[in-house]
């Protein structure tokens, strides 16, 4: 346990030297360096170790080139697996003994909210934050040189947090939220006697649920030294200010609450972890937390009471208005196509596929011509956000890339959205012009957002290609993969069309049709057998290949991009076959 004789209470600097203006502040910077360098390099050394742990856990689950990347498809999981790695990485540094002697902050946010409350001197805390900026960004150093080239890589960049598709205003609010948690959790605990010394593995299960769940909102930050570290190297700074402003904000806002709830007298120490025998800098009163003290007052009861309620009401009103639960529970349907429906190649009036805007987006919206001579708009394939409010509209534009694009072109509502996973049908008006409305977009009108957007190619566009035999939607695998790929008869001859594709760049990339219905991951398609395309025209765009006329399409059912220097499926799309067309082309 820390003892009195251990608490080094830090003197201002006025109490070391009587000298007055510019050499006061200069003898007090020489003053507190010789004193607590080591806690400043052990700081350091802290930060640095946690990104060398950070970088290298991305390398591991997020390059392409992976083993462990390629065995977990699943972006969830290795989110989930990234997160236990970082929270266990942040207990062993808080409890380590470097840990236990520098306090443990790893964080400018921290260390800034400890100077407000008044635990931390001056120069301690301007060299703790310089501490941190250089451990962190000598972290990263170290990092490039253990994995050489593969920590630039797209999907790795350094382990920098960037916002997500939502943009830099959710990922500022974000991350002020989450500051505001972790500060309020650490405030709570680490000045409260019975649970003191669990606030450093509270602090690391928050780690790993924040990675594991709001890092596609903001990267998952809380420190302005780490964010700039992750950024140097990369020069990833149009979005750095997020990282150096909300962090502080939210855990000043945490201080502030606290102050008001508890008062100045409850906060002890500056020490995430202060149950040891190492020595404190700080101005350090952990000996009165393990006194037991009465009640502070009927008053601080009823203060405690009205913010209580009052932040009571305000969390029933922010769960009435985003419907956060709704971000784990997906609502999923699986509708048949609707009865009418002929072949395809004579029914498919207009096509295309969906892109994330604020949402991550993907599947095919396609408008059917029935025989009784209505109109279905039918999405397969179909994957978004669950939602408050979330309807379907036809918009007036040839595409919608962001929420302004929907207001100004004007739309026609088709219904509710029935699901955000899987297969659906809506009936389209039959006055509805389907040369004016020339995009389907999933639109939250609760906050007025466009979850995604499917641009819509007419078959008259393209009369050309006069008989669809076979198509579907890329989905992940090593790496991002959207867009619809289709094989159409034209002619004599058969061409395979990629239509608003986009997948990872790498090298020497090829496209191949695959003997299987689907290929999840690189070892399907080896096993399975293919036949090379050629190679990939470019990792975004409209593309055509030529097929050969002799290729079985009851075999290979399957398009997959496929890195031929490392052994990598990056992405598949499955074929579903016009049974009828096919089978006539392929006698």
């Known amino acids: 346990m820390q003892t009195a004789a251990k608490n080094e209470m830090a003197q201002p600097a006025s109490a070391a030297e009587p000298q007055s203006g510019d050499r006061t502040w200069i003898y007090g910077a020489i003053s507190a360096a010789t004193k607590h360098w080591p806690e400043y390099l052990k700081e350091a050394a802290c930060l640095g170790l946690f990104m060398v742990s950070a970088c290298s856990f991305t390398v591991l689950l997020q390059h392409p080139a992976s083993a462990i990347r390629q065995m977990l498809p699943s972006a969830f999981v290795r989110r989930f697996l990234t997160g236990v790695a970082m929270g266990l990485t942040a207990i062993a540094l808080i409890y380590s003994p470097w840990g236990k002697q520098s306090g443990a902050h790893l964080n400018p946010s921290v260390t800034l909210t400890f100077f407000r409350l008044g635990k931390i001197e001056p120069w301690d805390a301007g060299f703790y934050i310089v501490a941190q900026f250089i451990g962190g960004t000598l972290g990263v150093m170290l ?56 606030a450093g593995v509270i602090a690391g299960a928050l780690v790993a649920t924040y990675i594991t769940l709001e890092s596609p909102l903001s990267g998952m930050s809380m420190s302005p030294a780490r964010s700039f570290a992750s950024a140097a190297p990369g020069r990833l700074w149009n979005s750095l200010w997020v990282y150096f402003t909300a962090p502080p904000l939210g855990m000043m806002l945490a201080a502030q609450i606290y102050l008001w709830l508890r008062g100045k007298h409850a906060v002890f120490c500056a020490k995430l972890h202060h149950d040891n025998d190492k020595r404190c800098i700080f101005r350090c009163n952990y000996q009165a937390l393990l006194t037991p003290i009465h009640s502070q007052g009927d008053d601080v009861m009823k203060r405690k009471k009205l913010i209580y309620g009052l932040g009571l009401i305000v969390a029933i009103a922010l769960w009435a208005a985003f419907r956060p639960e709704r971000l784990f529970v997906n609502a999923k349907v699986n509708e048949a196509m609707p009865a009418g429906f002929a072949n395809v190649s004579q029914t498919v009036l207009s096509s295309g596929s969906f892109h994330s805007v604020a949402h991550e987006s993907k599947g095919t919206a396609s408008i059917y011509q029935l025989v009784d001579g209505k109109r279905t708009l039918r999405f397969t394939n179909f994957e978004t956000s669950n939602g408050p409010d979330v309807h379907v509209y036809l918009v007036a534009a040839n595409d919608a890339s962001d929420s302004e694009t929907v207001k100004k072109a004007g739309f026609l509502e088709l219904g509710s959205l029935k699901g955000n996973i899987g297969d659906q049908n809506y009936d389209v008006p039959a006055d509805a012009d389907l040369a004016k409305y020339r995009a389907v977009t999933i639109w939250c009108k609760r906050f007025s957002v466009n979850f995604g957007t499917a641009p819509l190619n007419s078959s008259a566009a393209a009369p050309s290609m006069t008989q669809v035999l076979a198509s579907g939607d890329f989905h992940d695998v090593a790496h991002k993969g959207v867009g619809r790929a289709t094989i159409y008869q034209l002619g004599g001859k058969r061409v395979l069309r990629f239509t608003n594709f986009e997948t990872s760049n790498g090298p020497d990339v090829r496209v191949y049709l695959v003997a299987t219905k689907d290929a999840s991951d690189s070892e399907t398609v080896k096993q399975a057998g293919f036949v090379e395309v050629g190679p990939l025209k470019g990792n975004i765009g409209d593309q055509n290949y030529e097929l050969s006329s002799d290729l079985d399409l009851n075999k290979y ?8 220097r490392f052994g990598v499926n990056f992405a598949t799309a499955p ?13």
């Open 143 to 198: 990092s490039a040189l253990i994995w050489g080239q593969a920590i630039a890589e797209q999907n790795v960049r350094y382990a920098a947090t960037v916002p997500g598709v939502r943009g830099t205003g959710v990922a500022f609010v974000a991350e002020v939220v989450i500051s505001f948690l972790m500060m309020s959790m650490v405030l709570n605990i680490s000045n409260s006697a019975h649970i003191a010394r669990f």
């Open 557 to 564: 059912r399957a398009i997959t991009i496929w890195c031929k």
């Open 575 to 587: 074929l579903t076959s016009s049974d009828t067309a096919m089978n006539a082309m392929n006698q």
